[in-house]
């Protein structure tokens, strides 16, 4: 009899494979270079993060669904993201919308503390849980709107937005440190965002805003977002 999707299980070695051949072609293979980000690549076990119906996926080239109409990140979009952030071991980062927690988890192997911020308290619990498994002790969440930042644990050397809103939420420039990179999908719509860089001015580096192409993520909902 032949196993459906649903029913066929993998076993560790499998799941070894298909995250180094997702690393190999879809990240290393697209141009992204840092070994370091490749090895948490190949660290994080992405499929402890999404439901177990689509734990053999979760290692294809797409976002997938984890629940409330959110999004786990495409693989590549996250890598992309992260390496904009020039991550030094010892950096404090603030992630807005954490869903899963798959890109928490990266970004806990590749700095000093991560402060992440999730508005849904669904998401929250499971994303919560989902990062528990890998037992890293670096990792602090909060329930809450995440365009307003974390004042209290300011400032932040990297900000990462999981999520797209109309402008730059003034709060999230304001918690930046000097020298500091904010990543984000800006647009109008989900539909129309250029994934932007900002750098804040700082010791040896000038300031500087760029694109870093277009992009489609859910809406960045609350006070410096969009409606809800
Ligand atoms: N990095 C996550 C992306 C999840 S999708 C992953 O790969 O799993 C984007 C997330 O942003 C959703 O979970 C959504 O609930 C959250 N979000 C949207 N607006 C937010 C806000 N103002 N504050 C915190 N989280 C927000």
Known sequence: MKESAAERRWNPEDYHIARRNMVDRQ????????????????????????????????YSDTPLPI?????????????LMIEALELAPTDRVLEIGFGSGYQTALLADLA?????VERLEPLFR????????LGQGNIHLKLDDGTGGWPEMAPFDAVIVAAGGPRVPRPLLEQLGPGGRLVIPVGPTTALQKLTLITKAG???????????????????GRWGHRE
């Open 67 to 79: 629940g409330r109409g959110q999004t786990i990140s495409q693989p590549y979009i996250v890598a």
């Open 27 to 58: 990240i290393k293979g697209r141009g992204l270079a840092d070994p370091r980000l490749l090895e948490a690549m190949r660290r994080v076990p992405r499929h402890f993060f999404v439901d177990e119906a689509q734990a053999v996926q979760s």
């Open 112 to 116: 000093g503390e991560v402060f992440a």
């Open 203 to 221: 010791p040896g580096r000038p300031a500087d805003r760029r694109t870093l192409g277009d992009c489609r993520f859910v809406a960045l909902v």
């Open 126 to 133: 499971k994303g919560r849980d989902n990062l528990a498994r």
